[in-house]
Structures are given as structure tokens and as C-alpha cells.
């Protein structure tokens, strides 16, 4: 099946089932978990994908990523998620401490229905904090998604083309 038309039945998936997405926990596991299976990565498989990944930030101060895509046994792709009623901002994020603590070079900031992608340089950037793209997947053509992770399928495809 093409990307394109996973996505386009994800989203029809997620218009009938969000009215029992009530909580976080359920926006990343209904829609954020399955998200990142469509974008070819094994979800139960925690060299590719973990859950709750803990950082280490000093005595009783370790934070859990929602989800760190891995490399080689490191991170590169860290995802923070919001209940899919929360508005995103980059500023309310914790995406620029987690980048602090991990060798990643990409995140993203997601309510499981919008999808903003950043770089660690666009994160630590205090003039321009503008996601690379945004999309959501409820307004947005499934071919034009498609099209957007295709053309940034570098930033997506940390297996094939995120250099060590």
C-alpha cells in the first residue's frame, strides 16, 4: 500500500475514534504510536522505537521522551506529544532541553492530529523557531502529506539516510 493511502485511511481511522481519545496516553497510543508505523518504523521493537525513553537530567530530575527513534543505538529523532485537544508551541515544549541530553538531530512536536518537525539547530535558534513543515493530518490531503514526508523523507528515514 502507499504511504499515501495509509495515511488517508488513518485519518478516516481517527475521526471515528477521537471522541474516546480523553487523555495523553491515549493521543500516543491511537494516534501518535500508529503514526509512526505508517512511517515504516517497528513500534515494539526498541531498537528502532522507544517509549518513555528516560534522560538524565541531575538528581530527581530525569524526564521521559514520549518517543525516541533510534540509530545505531542512539537517538535521532525525539517526538514529544500533547493531548490532541492541546495547542502546540515550541516554547511550552521540552523538545530544547531533550536535545541538551541526546546526540538527536530532529524532533518533533505532535497532538497526534498536527504534525510540526523541527531541527536541533531550529530548536536552539532564539530568532527562528518555525517548524521546518506542519501539517495536520485531519485538514490535509493524504497525497499532500505523502508528498511533504516523501520530499523530507531524509528527516523521516533515519535507517537509510541520517548520517552517523
Not at 485511511?9 to 495523553?24: G, H, T, Y
Not at 534522560?55 to 542512539?74: C, P, W
Not at 520530499?151 to 523521516?156: I, R, S
Amino acid at each position: 500500500m502507499e504511504l499515501k493511502d495509509e495515511i488517508g485511511e488513518f485519518a478516516v481511522r481517527i475521526k471515528k475514534m477521537l471522541p474516546q481519545v480523553q487523555s495523553e496516553d491515549l493521543t500516543r497510543n491511537a494516534l501518535v504510536m500508529p503514526f509512526i508505523q505508517i512511517l515504516g518504523y517497528d513500534v515494539f521493537n526498541p531498537s528502532e522505537v522507544q517509549s518513555e525513553a528516560v534522560l538524565d537530567f541531575g538528581i530527581k530530575k530525569s524526564k521521559k521522551v514520549d518517543y525516541t527513534i533510534m540509530k545505531d543505538g542512539e537517538p535521532a529523532i525525539l517526538v514529544e506529544c500533547k493531548h490532541h485537544e492541546d495547542s502546540l508551541d515550541i516554547n511550552d515544549s521540552r523538545l530544547s532541553k531533550y536535545f541538551r541530553k541526546t546526540k538527536a538531530k530532529y524532533g518533533l512536536l505532535t497532538n497526534g492530529l498536527e504534525y510540526r518537525f523541527y531541527t536541533e539547530k531550529i530548536i536552539r535558534s532564539k530568532k527562528n523557531q518555525e517548524p521546518l513543515f506542519v501539517f495536520n493530518i485531519k485538514d490535509t490531503k493524504a497525497a499532500t502529506i505523502a508528498k511533504m514526508l516523501e520530499e523530507h523523507k531524509d528527516y523521516f528515514n533515519v535507517k537509510e539516510n541520517i548520517a552517523s
